[in-house]
Every structure is written in structure tokens, then in C-alpha cells.
């Protein structure tokens, strides 16, 4: 990687690791919405594009802060993710794992794998979140 690649690569995996509202955001969209993906097998339903479509947006509105936080240009990032995710190097593991989110099949199987762990925890088919509180409560 260029140094200047690097640096944007490694300022933006600073931020994934020590901005919590980012995963946060993140684990919350999950929680609210993964009951919906109760259906094992292959099974998909059109609501789970506009789940996966709501996902991206998310997912691209944490990229979108870093780049205005960072006064990055967008030509720049892209050109940092693509090398961190060509690069063998595991320190690049936190960028290829962001990139993996906005992947549908990973998306849908994440889904998935969130219902059943909550289900498994005892928890009820959907948490809901108030407004006051960013930790969830069963219905």
C-alpha cells in the first residue's frame, strides 16, 4: 500500500475499533429486524432486500462520517479499502470484515445467526429499542 493509502486505511480502522456508536448503529438495525429472518433454508423474501437496502444505507452512512470527519476524499477512501481488501496482510482483517457486511448472502446468514442467538438467550422474536434507551428490552 501507498503511505497515503495506509494511513486513510488505518485512520478508518481506528475508527470501526474506537467509535462504539458505529457498531452500535449496527447491532441495533440487527436486533431490531433479525426476527424477521426466522425462515431457515433457502427461502427469501423480497422484504429482505429492503432490509439489506436499509443495512447498506447504514453501513454506507458510517463511511460517509468518517470521510467528512477525516476530509478524506472519497477517491482517496475507496482507493484505501480497495488495497487494504487486496492486501494479504491480517492487520487489513477489520476493513475486508466492514467490506463483508454490505455482501447480500453475508447479510442474510448474519441475519439469520442474530435470531438465533437472541432466541437461543431466551429473548422474545423482536427487541425493541426506545428512543431513551440503547439497550434493548423484550416485548
Not at 488505518?10 to 475508527?15: E, G, H, L
Not at 433457502?42 to 429482505?48: A, D, F, N, P, V
Not at 437496502?53 to 462520517?65: A, G, I, K, S
Not at 470484515?97 to 441475519?111: C, I, R, S
Request: one cysteine or more.
Amino acid at each position: 500500500m501507498a503511505d497515503s493509502t495506509d494511513s486513510v486505511a488505518k485512520q478508518f480502522i481506528d475508527y470501526l475499533q474506537n467509535c462504539p456508536h458505529v457498531s452500535k448503529s449496527l447491532d441495533k438495525f440487527m436486533e431490531e429486524n433479525c426476527h424477521l429472518f426466522a425462515v431457515g433454508g433457502e427461502e427469501q423474501k423480497m422484504s429482505y432486500m429492503n432490509l439489506y437496502n436499509e443495512y447498506n444505507t447504514l453501513v454506507e452512512q458510517r463511511m460517509v462520517e468518517f470521510i467528512e470527519r477525516t476530509k478524506t476524499s472519497e477517491e482517496a477512501f475507496a482507493e484505501a479499502m480497495q488495497s487494504a481488501v487486496n492486501n494479504k496482510d491480517p492487520m487489513w482483517e477489520p476493513i475486508k470484515a466492514w467490506l463483508n457486511k454490505t455482501d447480500y448472502a453475508f447479510f442474510v446468514e448474519v441475519m439469520r445467526k442474530k435470531h438465533l442467538s437472541l432466541k437461543a438467550q431466551g429473548g422474545d422474536e423482536q427487541i425493541v429499542f426506545s428512543d431513551d434507551d440503547d439497550e434493548g428490552t423484550s416485548d
